[in-house]
């Protein structure tokens, strides 16, 4: 419990944090607290990123005031299938961090606008994906970066408390 709470609490702040920081992309944000979901996918497995991931997108619009608006729905459907395809793919141990990272960036984005243009009733939507693609990787570096440092810190016991990793 105190682990999904810690790592909850990262996520949130940070998806509050990145509300702040320009995206060239209407309505878009970078996703640098999906880090967060990539750790807990690849090393708690599918079901704590999921749950990670809903959370921190609940929190988060609750306190950006995005609650159960089109983005909200964009962005939490993208962050499930995210988890979900990180968390299924780390189960092969053939990519790394940073493979996972873009797959989960792929599927979130192409998930984002496959909701929003259910929400418009309308494919010009997807005019957007090739842009969100190659900002995403960016941002995706970014991620593995931050969800590997992390996997270190908590690994390293550095907060004093008993950290597992899953079978």
Known sequence: M??????????????????????????GKWG???????????????IPAVIIGAL????????????????FFMGFFGIIVAAIVEGL???????????????????????QVY???LLISSNAIFSFLPLMIILGTISSIANAYLAKKMEEVLYGNNFGFKFSKKN
Request: aromatic residues 16%.
């Open 56 to 71: 921190k997108s609940l929190i988060g619009s609750i306190f950006t005031g995005a609650i159960f608006t089109p983005t």
């Open 89 to 111: 793919l780390s189960k092969t141990k053939f990519l790394g961090y940073i493979g996972l990272s873009f797959l989960g960036m792929f599927f979130n984005n192409l998930t």
């Open 32 to 46: 640098f607290s999906n880090f967060v979901v990539l750790f807990a996918a690849i090393n708690l497995g599918i």
């Open 115 to 117: 909701i929003g243009s």
């Open 2 to 27: 105190v682990t999904y709470s810690l790592l909850i609490s990262i996520a949130s702040v940070m998806f509050i944090i990145e509300k702040y920081i320009p995206y060239p992309v209407p309505a």
